[in-house]
């Protein structure tokens, strides 16, 4: 394989995280489902973040967040997402450039403002999620440079941001580019509602063999592939992709890459803070180990190592030295 720019270029959703706590009373008010993610338009989102009180925000986007993680720990990465030319928009540029991350998408004008994540955080450390994806859904093909896709070792792929058409054919001709430069296509399902509304979409991508490393838990796995349990669906999923992983919350995770299987247990943690994030530093931290060859059993450490580590805390960015936390398992 050529020596490569990037270890990791993801696309996804540029949004900016604000972040409340209230309670089940709250959550139903507002008809939300806890642990969820719903999609809400701009009157909405003003009207549920004036409902919230005081909050904290912080630039966000899961795959936006994952690459945040690969920066931390270590790794060179990239990101493609569109953003509006607005204060938001300003704040998330700066914060993703600030962690060392490649980000070269320009804000646009007319197309309304940079997206947000509205997130209640209930005493059971669940987030649920109501995402305005303003600016991010505009995302066009043009915003993609094959030659950028061909000099990442990796594409990563936000499953939120396969809803709107043209983010859709952004990441098409993403992919694409990837296969033409042998490139690795990672691509994670993102939410229950994703797989709801695009199974069929999904299920081609696979059988294509458009993706070679799907992430999923343990929800959007039984979905997509219409079983029971997991080990029936990692049976059904797993010969159409390399490697398929799934999250399993505090049972940890497990992935299979062919006649391969690896499990890992969660790590301990002191306290459960803030769920936020969980699944997109647990991929931070599988890619680290896949764009390094660690295999199957170092990845997946990785990446409870990472996941352990922003569920201690609100918010979906790493707040420690994730290289120093993982430096056992690197070196």
Not at 260 to 289: E, K, M, N, Y
Request: hydrophobic share 50%; net charge negative.
């Amino acid at each position: 394989m050529p020596d490569r720019r990037l270890d990791v270029l993801a696309i996804g959703n540029a949004i900016v995280d604000v972040i409340a706590n209230a309670d089940d009373a709250f959550l139903a008010a507002h008809g939300m489902h806890k642990g969820a993610m719903q999609l809400i338009d701009e009157v909405q989102a003003a009207k549920l973040y004036e409902a919230m009180g005081a909050a904290r925000e912080a630039s966000g986007g899961s795959a936006a967040n994952t690459v945040a993680g690969l920066a931390s720990l270590g790794l060179k990465a990239g990101f493609i997402g569109q953003l509006a030319s607005d204060q938001l928009g300003a704040i998330f540029s700066h914060d993703i450039r600030s962690l060392g991350v490649a980000f070269d998408t320009p804000p646009r004008d007319g197309i309304g403002a940079t997206g947000s994540c509205l997130i209640v955080v209930t005493p059971d450390a669940q987030r649920t999620m109501n995402t305005f994806l303003g600016a991010a859904q505009v995302l066009e093909a043009d915003a993609v440079d094959p030659g950028a896709v061909a000099q990442a070792a990796i594409l990563y792929l936000e499953g939120y941001l396969w809803d709107p058409e043209g983010p859709r054919r952004a990441m098409y001709k993403a992919m694409d580019a990837a296969r033409d430069a042998g490139t690795k296509v990672a691509f994670t399902l993102s939410d229950s509602f994703v797989v709801d509304r695009h199974r069929a979409d999904l299920l081609s991508l696979l059988e294509q063999r458009r993706i070679d490393i799907l992430f999923g838990n343990e929800i959007e796995i039984l979905q997509l592939a219409g079983a029971t349990d997991v080990e029936r669906a990692v049976t059904a999923i797993a010969p159409q992709v390399q490697t398929v992983v799934v999250t399993m919350s505090e049972k940890g995770a497990l992935a299979v890459r062919g006649s391969q299987r690896a499990q890992v247990r969660a790590q301990p943690i002191s306290a459960l803070v803030d769920t936020t994030g969980a699944g997109d530093l647990f991929a931070a931290g599988f890619l680290a180990g896949e764009a390094r060859g660690l295999g199957l059993d170092k990845s997946l450490k990785l990446g409870a190592i990472c996941a352990a580590e922003v569920i201690q805390h609100y918010g979906a960015r790493p707040e420690a030295d994730l290289r120093a936390l993982a430096k056992s398992v690197l070196d």
